[in-house]
């Protein structure tokens, strides 16, 4: 089956710019999570949903970031505007469904994202 | 608060070595712990998880709730080990806690 899709694979903005990332999830998952993984760190959640409804943002900037998943399918993340500290790979992924028992989660290639 | 600590940020050992990736981890519920990979120019991927007490690639991880541990452990390295590994906490509901990474180089 495919993996998770995501572009663009690299993107290079000046601070105060907007810039926008997309995923496709593997097809029939459930669940979708972005994760924030900033050089030397592990990837921190920003937002996960389940089908098209948020389940967790506690972790998002919501003064800057914005995520949607329309029809419950593909899903973008916007930053707007961009902060030097928001260079970081940003990671999305997707399992089959998520709360109870723990399903393995799938992830994408990454973008990797660079503020000047 | 709930935490996951890799006190090791690289562990360097020879082929054939024992290797012993560390990982601590805080939660005050019952955890489900596991292991994910990052092998160079490929993606994020699990490695193990501590219910199915499997081994996988030679890797086995036993969860210590005394110590709050579940460090990853391998007798003898290979070459292809080499990578970035991720131990993460599972607390229920939603959320998925990554620790900050080891990276694993084994040396010819």
């Known amino acids: 089956e495919a993996g998770v899709a995501q572009s663009p694979r690299y993107k290079i903005i000046e601070k105060r710019q907007s810039v926008a990332f997309w995923c496709n999830p593997i097809?029939?998952?459930?669940?979708l999570y972005w994760y924030q993984q900033i050089l030397g760190q592990g990837p921190k959640l920003l937002i996960q949903?389940?089908?098209?409804?948020?389940?967790?943002d506690s972790q998002l900037p919501k003064d800057r970031f914005s995520a949607e998943r329309l029809k419950g399918v593909d899903s973008t993340l916007k930053i707007q505007p961009a902060k030097l500290e928001d260079s970081a790979v940003y990671l999305c992924?997707?399992?089959?469904?998520?709360?109870?028992?723990?399903?393995?989660?799938?992830f994408g290639p990454g973008t990797r994202l660079t503020v000047l | 608060a709930q935490r996951v600590t890799q006190p090791e940020k690289l562990l360097s050992v020879f082929k054939g070595a024992p290797v012993e990736l560390k990982c601590n981890y805080s939660?005050?519920?019952?955890?489900?712990l596991f292991w994910y990979v990052q092998y160079s120019r490929q993606r994020l991927q699990l490695l193990l998880r501590h219910i199915s007490r499997e081994s996988i690639k030679g890797f086995t991880a036993d969860l210590n709730k005394g110590e709050t541990s579940f460090h990853l452990k391998k007798p003898f390295a290979q070459e292809e080990d080499s990578a970035m590994y991720y131990c993460a906490l599972y607390t229920g509901g939603f959320k998925t806690i990554f620790g900050a990474g080891t990276r694993l180089f084994v040396k010819a």
């Open positions: 992924a997707s399992s089959q469904q998520a709360g109870g028992t723990y399903n393995e989660q799938f």
């Open positions: 939660y005050s519920g019952s955890p489900e």
């Open positions: 949903f389940q089908n098209n409804g948020v389940v967790d």
């Open positions: 097809s029939g998952h459930a669940t």
